[in-house]
């Protein structure tokens, strides 16, 4: 096994910057995972770990299938230079951003939408509940959070190796998911109907929108249906993820 114990070495900086830039994670189409729970799944996707790093104080599980990968270990201070948490578990995957296979695409029949959602937090987590529900894949639109974001990779618990999570324009997918005889659901307050008078479908496309400004409507414009979830109280409104777990159960139920 391989061992680094500076913290200027060139892949310990590489690294680095892929916790705390976009752009960096955008050029190497990289991105790094930190923790037992998701180090394991990216694990059982092949060909995802380009580097597996521990701890000098760390022993890996006794299951974990590790013989073709690139393992390094690395000081206290090396593995501190990786997170942005106070509370580290020592363990990490550099890992590649999944490819798209545009013909994958086609044979998607339930996809999420989300556009201009900002909070990493908020994104992880829709990616998360779409993995969850049964959703073939998750669009993210302009304006949206980076998904490789270290929050928003915390936020989806892994899930991130289960669905494919795709950046794109809206409007686009929109139009084919339409001209391929999918039902797109907007959200949105004007002209929508309550959630629950449209019946579970084997096939649709639902969008969510910005925290503060909602789904654009130019979008909305698009849609076969625009629904909203009623509130029974007295708060005003209901936060992006889980009006979008409650839909995705809503339509999605098998």
């Keep these: 096994m391989k061992r680094i114990e500076s913290t200027q070495n060139a892949l310990v900086k590489h690294w680095k ?16 995972v930190e923790g037992f729970h998701l180090v394991e799944e ?8 380009l580097h597996l790093i521990v701890r000098e104080d760390l022993e890996l599980p006794a299951g974990w ?3 073709n990968l690139q393992m390094i270990q690395v000081t206290k201070a090396v593995a501190k230079e990786l997170v942005e948490t106070e509370q580290s578990q020592g363990i990490f995957a550099h890992c ?5 296979v545009d013909e994958e695409a086609d044979s998607w029949k339930k996809i999420l939408l ?8 908020n994104v992880g987590t829709m990616i998360r509940t779409a993995d969850a529900a ?11 959070a980076d998904p490789f974001n270290p929050k928003t990779v915390r936020s989806a618990q892994g899930s991130h ?18 001209s391929a005889g999918i039902k797109v659901i907007g959200t949105g307050l004007h002209n929508a109907v309550d959630h629950f008078t449209v019946n579970p479908l084997s096939e649709f496309a639902l969008i969510v929108g910005n925290e503060g400004s909602g789904v654009a409507a130019d979008y909305l414009s698009k849609a076969d249906a625009v629904v ?13 993820a889980i009006a979008a777990g409650i839909l995705l159960y809503t339509y999605g139920k098998q």
């Design 96 to 100: 590649r951003q999944p490819e798209l």
């Design 228 to 240: 909203k979830i009623p509130l029974y109280g007295k708060a005003e409104s209901l936060n992006v």
């Design 161 to 178: 190796f289960h669905i494919p999570v795709v950046r794109g324009e809206l409007g686009e997918w929109i139009d084919r998911a339409k």
């Design 134 to 144: 049964g959703m073939d894949a998750v669009i993210l639109g302009k304006g949206s």
């Design 17 to 32: 910057k892929l916790v705390t830039s976009k752009k960096d994670r955008d050029k190497s189409e990289e991105f790094l």
């Design 42 to 49: 990216a694990l059982k996707k092949e060909g995802t770990i």
């Design 65 to 67: 299938k590790t013989d």
């Design 114 to 121: 989300i556009d201009a959602v900002q909070d990493p937090g």
